[in-house]
């Protein structure tokens, strides 16, 4: 059973940055492929960014150039860096793993955090 912890949210006035962080509990980031998602209210979960086990990245086309996804295989932990945060990047953030090639459907993700609010100030 994979298992996910997402940290690292809070609440920070626009154009300032924030580090979430997924603590994952078995070899999840090096074998997986591994997403992050949002949900703000009232709207559908989206996808954010996601990294395969070989490394390859994708990004919506609303985070591109502002955020970076990362890991580090050896603390078994993934990463979202979040810069130049705007107002309606605020939302509870997801970290997601699923056996396979790269998707951005969030239905095609079987693990999932319980994630963490991340709010934008204006």
């Known amino acids: 059973q994979v298992q996910l912890v997402e940290s690292g949210g809070g609440l920070v006035q626009a154009g300032g940055s924030l580090r979430l962080s997924c603590a994952a509990s078995r070899r999840t980031i090096s074998d997986y492929t591994m997403g992050w998602f949002r949900q703000a209210p009232g709207k559908e979960r989206e996808f954010v960014a996601a990294?395969?086990?070989?490394?390859?990245?994708h990004f919506a086309d609303s985070v591109k150039g502002r955020f970076t996804i990362s890991r580090d295989i050896d603390k078994n932990t993934l990463y979202l860096q979040m810069n130049s945060l705007k107002p309606e990047d605020t939302a509870v953030y997801y970290c997601a793993a699923r056996s396979g090639a790269l998707a951005a459907t969030y239905t095609s993700y079987s693990y999932w955090g319980q994630g963490t609010q991340v709010t934008v100030s204006s």
């Open positions: 990294v395969t086990w070989i490394g390859s990245t």
